[in-house]
């Protein structure tokens, strides 16, 4: 097969005139043009990844611009961010290459073992959080199956981009297969066939599973499609058997429910689940796309209806998920007192303080575009001027919390808009990055249609149909 810059110079495939790269054999689509407030925010929160990942080992860091550790999660964000760059033309091929190599050649070289400090992982997955500096175990951070997931997501990604003959490009697919191969899927589950959160030196599996729908699509996927470690391919019936308890009929669009969006948004970063289907969405009629598009509409329904009665919450201004909040105390708002809380994962009807974060909606543009791009531009417009900064939207912000007297622990309280955050997240950055060019181009989906490794997991898991007939 011909390498995706063989097709370029043979055929000049470009969308838009934009320099959009085609994965070979894509079919080729009308791109929506980089412009306006969508393009503006793609391209700042693109230069969060590049401006402040540390550019000789490709440690991105969890926050900015508090002082943080690095996110191994927010690690693999960075690394589909960079062609992402490449194809919007913020940065240039050779730069992305660049940093992409040194980070995989970083991870790869990393120390592994047992012991509670001086290493970056054990049997192949890492640390949640890692030293900016040494890329070292920080403090008593565990060793994160999910964090692990999200970080080969990007591996992966890089793995298929960049398809060239050059020795570095060959470094990378090599790399790529060396990280995702020393990952002992089949180590973590001590109460199988489930898969563990993690695992500590000082206290050995964590006590709990995943065991729910949620994010951790991928991360099955990738446990059942190792192609040294993997775990039976009956895992993904056996956790997939525990999904009618969160089958939510209640509403006009019944999906499986989980509240936090990002639990509907991480695994669709790199899987284009449109058309395909397994044994258990075979038995509901749709797909897990469609499902987070329901998803994402029960979000917005949510914040219409507005039971909490929060400052704010309409049609254009919602979105819940894991983000970052004024802080942990109870504070009278109005005519009531209400209990906000720190960095929570919130959702309708569960831990709701009135905390919006603008990634929630954001990273739902792939989904549900209609909804979200004015929901995006409903916040510009009428808390921009404290929420849209440098890198595009902070984290978070409350509009009902306005009392300047409230003991907030973090960030601040804006006169005329309400508590604002005063940072960004990885985590949160990344999966905005990527829907926009998911909905812009389907790029990220079309390089991973492509992974043998993905391919692989999901012809394992029972997934048939569409792009994978």
């Given at each position: 097969m011909p390498t995706r810059r063989a097709l370029l110079a043979g055929s000049a495939l470009t969308l838009a005139g934009l320099?959009?790269?085609?994965?070979?054999?894509?079919?080729?689509?009308?791109?929506?043009?980089?412009?306006?407030?969508?393009?503006?925010?793609?391209?700042?929160?693109?230069?969060?990844?590049?401006?402040?990942?540390?550019?000789?080992?490709g440690l991105a860091p969890d926050r900015w611009p508090t002082p943080s550790f690095c996110s191994i999660a927010a690690v693999g964000f960075a690394l589909t961010a960079y062609p992402v760059g490449v194809a919007n033309g913020w940065i240039t091929h050779v730069q992305a290459r660049e940093r992409t190599l040194a980070t995989l050649e970083f991870f790869a070289n990393a120390p592994q073992g047992p012991q509670a400090t001086g290493v970056s992982g054990y049997k192949g997955f890492f640390y949640?959080?890692?030293?900016?500096?040494?890329?070292?175990?920080?403090?008593?951070?565990?060793?994160?199956?999910?964090?692990?997931?999200?970080?080969?997501?990007?591996?992966?990604?890089?793995?298929?981009?960049?398809?060239?003959?050059?020795?570095?490009?060959?470094?990378?697919?090599?790399?790529?297969?060396?990280?995702?191969?020393?990952?002992?899927?089949?180590?973590?589950?001590?109460?199988?066939?489930?898969?563990?959160?993690?695992?500590?030196?000082?206290?050995?599996?964590?006590?709990?599973?995943?065991?729910?729908?949620?994010?951790?699509?991928?991360?099955?996927?990738?446990?059942?499609?190792?192609?040294?470690h993997a775990v039976p391919p009956a895992t993904w019936a056996a956790w997939s058997a525990r999904f009618d308890a969160v089958w939510d009929a209640s509403g006009t669009r019944p999906h499986l429910a989980f509240a936090p969006l990002f639990g509907h948004q991480y695994s669709h970063v790199w899987v284009d689940f449109r058309g395909i289907r397994d044994p258990y969405m075979r038995t509901r009629d749709i797909d897990y796309f469609e499902n987070s598009r329901r998803a994402t509409f029960a979000q917005r329904d949510n914040a219409i209806a507005n039971p909490g009665g929060f400052v704010g919450y309409g049609a254009d201004i919602?979105?819940?998920?894991?983000?970052?909040?004024?802080?942990?105390?109870?504070?009278?708002?109005?005519?009531?007192?209400?209990?906000?809380?720190?960095?929570?994962?919130?959702?309708?009807?569960?831990?709701?303080?009135?905390?919006?974060?603008?990634?929630?909606?954001?990273?739902?543009?792939?989904?549900?575009?209609?909804?979200?791009?004015?929901?995006?531009?409903?916040?510009?417009?009428?808390?921009?001027?404290?929420?849209?900064?440098?890198?595009?939207?902070?984290?978070?912000?409350?509009?009902t919390l306005t009392d300047p007297a409230a003991p907030v622990q973090h960030g601040t309280i804006v006169p005329g808009i309400g508590w604002v955050d005063s940072d960004y997240l990885g985590i949160d950055q990344g999966p905005i990055v990527a829907s926009i060019e998911n909905w812009r181009t389907g790029m990220i989906w079309a390089t991973m249609r492509k992974n043998a490794h993905v391919r692989r997991g999901l012809q394992r898991a029972g997934f048939t149909g569409g792009w994978l007939g």
């Open positions: 320099g959009i790269r085609c994965a070979p054999g894509s079919t080729v689509v009308a791109a929506t043009p980089v412009t306006g407030m969508i393009g503006d925010l793609q391209e700042r929160t693109f230069r969060f990844f590049w401006e402040t990942t540390e550019s000789t080992t949640h959080f890692l030293e900016m500096k040494t890329g070292h175990r920080f403090g008593a951070t565990e060793l994160s199956t999910i964090d692990t997931t999200l970080l080969l997501g990007g591996v992966l990604f890089a793995q298929s981009w960049f398809d060239g003959d050059d020795a570095e490009e060959r470094r990378i697919r090599s790399l790529a297969d060396q990280l995702y191969g020393a990952v002992d899927w089949a180590w973590i589950r001590p109460r199988a066939p489930l898969i563990s959160m993690g695992w500590s030196p000082e206290g050995g599996f964590i006590p709990h599973d995943w065991n729910q729908y949620n994010e951790s699509l991928l991360l099955y996927l990738l446990a059942i499609g190792s192609p040294t919602w979105g819940l998920t894991a983000c970052d909040g004024p802080g942990d105390f109870k504070h009278k708002s109005g005519i009531r007192v209400r209990e906000y809380l720190s960095y929570s994962a919130r959702g309708p009807g569960d831990r709701d303080d009135g905390t919006l974060a603008p990634t929630a909606a954001a990273s739902s543009i792939a989904f549900a575009p209609e909804i979200v791009i004015p929901a995006i531009e409903a916040m510009h417009a009428r808390y921009g001027r404290a929420i849209y900064k440098k890198y595009g939207f902070v984290d978070s912000f409350n509009p």
